[in-house]
């Protein structure tokens, strides 16, 4: 898996575009970056993410994902995992996947645009 579709999945569990009126805490758009720690993905992304109702989703991307009215963060893209934590207009966790079957990992962070 390439590295840019790891950010576009962690971007999606964490950013999107926000309604007029936002239904949960964490609805809206959030600026998400990727750095991995380990395995043969890129070494940083950035992506915007949008999140309704609680949904992640993102452009062109294959998400699935959601927040907790807590901030807590599941996400899910083309085999790519990612959880942590939103709290504010800020937030943070852990993803990993792979890049042409090598296992990557690291961590992601969030803030709210």
Do not use: H
């Not at 994902?65 to 901030?71: A, D």
């Not at 937030?91 to 645009?113: F, L, T, V, Y």
Request: hydrophobic letters at 40%; a positive charge.
């Amino acid at each position: 898996m390439r590295f840019g579709r790891i950010a576009a999945f962690c971007a999606a569990s964490v950013l999107i575009t926000a309604p007029a009126f936002a239904q949960t805490p964490y609805d809206g758009n959030w600026q998400v970056t990727i750095v991995t720690k380990s395995g043969t993905c890129e070494p940083t992304a950035s992506s915007l993410l949008t999140v309704a109702d609680g949904k992640i989703t993102a452009p062109g991307a294959n998400v699935s994902g959601t927040i907790g009215s807590g901030g807590l963060v599941k996400v899910s893209i083309n085999g790519a995992y990612a959880n942590g934590q939103l709290s504010g207009n800020a937030g943070s966790g852990k993803w990993n996947g792979a890049s042409a079957g090598i296992p990557c990992s690291g961590r992601w962070e969030a803030s709210r645009q």
